[in-house]
């Protein structure tokens, strides 16, 4: 992914098409690169996309996110906020430990 997120409404809607393509294709595990990605919500918004995903997964096992090193304190509260209601995502600044952490060799 490229860019910036905009708005709280668009992060909404980009998570819920992952989410969509992973129940169509039966997939549990997820990588998402977020390496050029810029995040611009603020912190209220930010805790708010992790409570909408949330509630939006029912099983989707594991999703592993690779973030630029500069967000790192905004992805992980967004980490800390979903793994708090029942996500099973963790946040990474490399592929290659995102990768290992989702079970590929």
Do not use: P
Request: hydrophobic share 45%.
């Amino acid at each position: 992914m490229t860019g910036f997120d905009e708005s709280l409404g668009e992060v909404q809607e980009h998570g819920f098409a992952i989410l969509n393509a992973c129940l169509l294709g039966n997939h549990t595990l997820v990588l998402c690169n977020e390496l050029n990605l810029e995040y611009h919500l603020g912190a209220f918004d930010t805790f708010q996309s992790a409570v909408f995903m949330a509630a939006q997964v029912l099983k989707l096992g594991k999703a592993a996110i690779v973030c630029n090193e500069k967000f790192t304190e905004d992805a992980k509260f967004w980490e800390m906020v979903s793994v708090n209601r029942g996500l099973t995502v963790c946040v990474f600044t490399d592929e290659v430990s995102a990768r290992s952490w989702l079970g590929e060799k």
